[in-house]
């Protein structure tokens, strides 16, 4: 799609479109967004082939894109601190092998987890899924110390 064609309304993307706009992978920080965010910026006004109307419209929506992604990543920590504050938390389901895309995980809720032993890391895990139903399977993984 070339960027003169692009649909300018955030709320028409999911978040994992959001995330592919910004090439940004999962599991990813504010920094992330922001760099992203700025390289496109940087871009966009070193482009001659656009107008100022339309280097101005593409701006302000790189700019909602990148408050979007940021606005669900805290949102995503705050559930995940409310959980580990939660006394269930040791009430993670344990899981013998990594989860992946496979169908049992496709249809999981975002934010679903389970606790995983990584053998090869010597080390517990857990999975936190950040993709909604339907949608490429994508976790973000927490170590334990």
């Known amino acids: 799609m070339s960027i003169l064609n692009l649909d300018l309304n955030a709320k028409n993307y999911t978040i994992s479109e959001l995330r592919s706009l910004l090439e940004i992978n999962v599991p990813y920080t504010e920094e992330d967004i922001t760099e992203s965010a700025d390289n496109i910026k940087n871009k966009i ?8 109307e339309k280097k101005e419209e593409i701006m302000k929506f790189i700019l909602k894109v990148e408050n979007i992604l940021k606005l669900d990543l805290n949102e995503f920590y705050i559930k995940l601190k409310n959980l580990s504050n939660n006394v269930d938390f040791i009430s993670i389901p344990e899981i013998d092998s990594k989860p992946d895309s496979n169908l049992k995980f496709k249809k999981w809720p975002k934010g679903a987890c389970v606790l995983y032993f990584n053998k090869e890391l010597s080390k517990f895990q857990i999975y936190v899924k950040t ?3 339907g949608e490429n399977v994508e976790w973000s993984i927490f170590d334990s110390k």
Do not use: G
């Open 131 to 133: 993709s909604f139903v």
């Open 45 to 52: 006004l070193e482009d001659d082939t656009l107008t100022n």
